[in-house]
């Protein structure tokens, strides 16, 4: 079955972190873009961070530059979210996303992907 299994989320302190997982079933990241996007209550989705073996590049929003780290391991064609110095707004539930011979600069949540997870709550509050 070809899908994308997440897992990781939960609640977490202001300062806290987690570590998010994605793993691609039936398919190998090769060429692929991969990522999260996030979704706050009453909010639209946006790209939190993204990595990709077209050319190598990885994007971060502004929001989580320098706190959250995204990293991938292509033998286990799983991709991870660490998120560190998490804030109230990180609040959300995060979706894994890929998508083939995609470019991390257009990690945009108006383009359609190949494939998405199920989603995780993720909720930073004291």
């Known amino acids: 079955q070809v899908q994308l299994v997440e897992s990781g989320g939960g609640l977490v302190q202001p300062g806290g972190s987690l570590r998010l997982s994605c793993a691609a079933s039936?398919?190998?990241?090769?060429?692929?873009?991969i990522g999260w996007f996030r979704q706050a209550p009453g909010k639209g989705r946006e790209g939190v961070a993204c990595t990709t073996s077209v050319d190598g590049s990885t994007y971060y929003a502004d929001s989580v530059k320098g706190r959250f780290t995204i990293s991938r391991d292509n033998a286990k064609s799983a991709v991870y979210l660490q998120m560190n110095n998490l804030k109230p707004e990180d609040t959300g539930v995060y979706y894994c996303?890929?998508?083939?011979?995609?470019?991390?600069?257009?990690?945009?949540?108006?383009?359609?992907?190949?494939?998405y997870s199920q989603g995780t709550q993720v909720t930073v509050s004291s």
């Open positions: 996303a890929a998508d083939r011979n995609r470019l991390c600069v257009l990690w945009e949540p108006q383009y359609d992907y190949d494939h």
């Open positions: 039936g398919f190998t990241l090769d060429y692929h873009a």
